[in-house]
């Protein structure tokens, strides 16, 4: 008897383990987290690449300061949207509208990871990835959140969100934030962004409705006003891949082929879900953009030229 207490005792104890950890990846958002550090790691690999700058020292505090920030904000993000997660079925059982973790405790966390975040990158980094990372923080907190119940316009605030990790990146390899380099990474994240969330807008806009908030798919039965939009932004995102090499010294020209080819396969994608209006068709778009991501980052990567900052600037 007293063995099978003990065992039901560790049984308890891991159960209640393993539903903690659940909550912490839960309520930090982990993936959407390493999606950050991924493009700034992106950004700092563009930067270092061929002038010899690399450091495996500052890209791992970069990597250790970004990844608290970008969790802290998570966290701050769900404090903020607690009622809206609560009344949607996809966001229901998180830890703060399940009531398995106390705000307060919550608010505690957000505030710790964001401030060693930013601390950590402005003392062990420098100071523009500190100033970068702020950013982030700051339109994602306190301008994207709270105007997603106020206008549809809030998903370009957060593309802009979205587009300024990869800076942290830039910044930690010592080049200057008015640069042609700065332009093609703020581009290439803030375009892709758009298509992105339009598609997974349209596929929940009955949830998003539902959490009382405003976005471009709101009322979109048939889905032609979401998929012309991405459409617009794929288009976009496709002119830039092709341009960028041939307007700057940074890119190799191929990378022109490689972006196009990429982006116009968003634009086939975009177009099918204009004229279907199918939700299979906007989870087909969706999931493209999820592999168009790594894929151009890798091809940038390969097509960039090692050129001096000053070179560079605007």
Not at 147 to 164: C, E, P, Y
Not at 259 to 265: D, S, T
């Amino acid at each position: 008897m007293a063995e099978r207490q003990v065992h039901d005792g560790q049984t308890g104890a891991t159960g209640i383990l393993r539903q903690l950890r659940g909550d912490l990846i839960a309520l930090t958002k982990a993936r959407l987290s390493v999606l950050v550090v991924l493009t700034a790691c992106f950004g700092y690999f563009i930067a270092t690449k061929g002038l010899g700058t690399f450091s495996w020292l500052t890209f791992m505090h970069m990597v250790f300061g970004t990844t608290l920030a970008a969790a802290g904000a998570s966290v701050f993000n769900q404090l903020m949207e607690v009622e809206s997660d609560r009344r949607m079925l996809r966001t229901s059982d998180r830890p703060l509208p399940a009531n398995r973790m106390p705000k307060p405790a919550a608010f505690i966390l957000g505030w710790l990871l964001c401030a060693f975040g930013l601390i950590h990158l402005g003392v062990k980094v420098n100071t523009g990835a500190f100033v970068m990372a702020g950013a982030t923080l700051l339109t994602y907190l306190f301008i994207y959140t709270p105007m997603k119940r106020v206008s549809s316009a809030n998903t370009i605030v957060g593309g802009i969100s979205g587009a300024l990790p990869p800076l942290i990146g830039w910044m930690s390899g010592g080049q200057p934030v008015l640069s042609a380099g700065t332009a093609f990474l703020f581009g290439l994240l803030f375009l892709w962004q758009l298509p992105h969330f339009a598609a997974i807008n349209w596929m929940y806009r009955e949830e998003y409705m539902r959490g009382g908030f405003k976005m471009w798919s709101n009322e979109d039965e048939s889905g032609k006003k979401t998929a012309r939009i991405a459409l617009f932004y794929s288009v976009v995102l496709t002119v830039l891949s092709i341009a960028f090499p041939f307007i700057t010294s940074l890119m190799a020209g191929w990378g022109a082929l490689s972006g196009g080819l990429l982006g116009v396969v968003m634009v086939l994608l975009s177009l099918r879900f204009l004229k279907s209006g199918k939700r299979d068709d906007a989870r087909v778009l969706f999931f493209y953009t999820l592999l168009y991501l790594p894929l151009m980052m890798i091809a940038s990567y390969l097509a960039w030229r090692a050129v001096a900052p000053w070179i560079v600037t605007l």
